[in-house]
């Protein structure tokens, strides 16, 4: 099997901003490789620098050191004390193939929505009638047939944004890189607009970098996860693997504002079934990912081991289509069967947890 190339290959790059007085290293040494038809989450804090390393994908920002490789193409690449940047001629047609949206959707206010989407593309000696039919078919596919005449001030933010992707799709791009672009709609909109980036993602085989630094919109569509902390990518994987086994502390952080578990966790806390636990009964925090969650994992512990659980918290959610559960629960029975149905429930991958109490 041949080996699927990366679309976009940028390889250890750093980027220093120099200031009269000091100097910023925005990035340091980030290499990443994001496959054709990825939708690749970039989370961080502000001023993590994933606006600066994302911008090196196009040269917005020339990076101070390293290579950056658009689908076997180099933009930029680094030498032993020498640095080559692609000619700007072919630069420019590299652009075309990389499309940008914004929080601020950075639309022409004083230009019609039609005028907007086809700004990209001015250059292009079209008819009258082409131009229709491109503006059509362009905010056919965004969902905002028949604005094609209103003007931004006319528009709710979601509107605007679903502009700016139509005016970002208009060179018929293969990469769209959205910076923060859902960061100042409603939640309501901001799902709306993460279907519509996933629904272009699979109907045009679209590539999309979302830098963002909210994990539940990265939740919502991504299959891969960079996250970034000062000017370093510290943990990356799958949806799967970064949501079930976080690495480090910040990836937790964020998964927790994803998720409703730490909120379940505080309230079942506080409960009086957990204030005035008894040996040998424990608090465990079940997790699973996959097929376990389909084991009547629950009927086993009684029916095998003799052991209640008395479930006072649970949450499945479905990531990449695989259902991933947590319960939170506590586990009565003796200490031998006990010990026995955690071991048999480690055996069924589910990690397990103790949050209270401990096995004799
Ligand atoms: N043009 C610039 N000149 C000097 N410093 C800069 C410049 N652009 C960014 N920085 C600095 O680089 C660091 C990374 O900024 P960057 O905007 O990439 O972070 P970010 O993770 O995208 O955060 P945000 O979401 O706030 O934009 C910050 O310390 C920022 O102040």
Redesign the pocket.
Known sequence: MTEIQPIIRLENIDVT?E?KKQS?K?VKNVSLDILPGDIYGIV?Y????????VRTINLLQKPTHGNVVINGTYLAKTTDNKENYIASKELRQQRKKIGMIFQHFNLMNERTVAENVLFPISHLKLSKSQRKDKVNELLELVGLANRANAYPSQLSGGQKQRVAIARALASEPEILISD?ATSALDPKTTNSILQLLKKLNIELGLTIVL?T?EMQAVKEIANKIAV?EDGEIIERGSLLEIFTAPQKQLTRDFIDTATNLEDGLRKVKSQTAIKNLQAPDIFVQLSYAGASTDQPLITSLFKDFNVTANVLFGNVEILQETPVGTLLAILSGKDTDLTAAINSIKKQNVKVEILKGELA
């Open positions: 901003f200031q910023v925005a961080g502000s001023g993590a620098g994933k606006s600066t390393l923060e830098i630094h970034m």
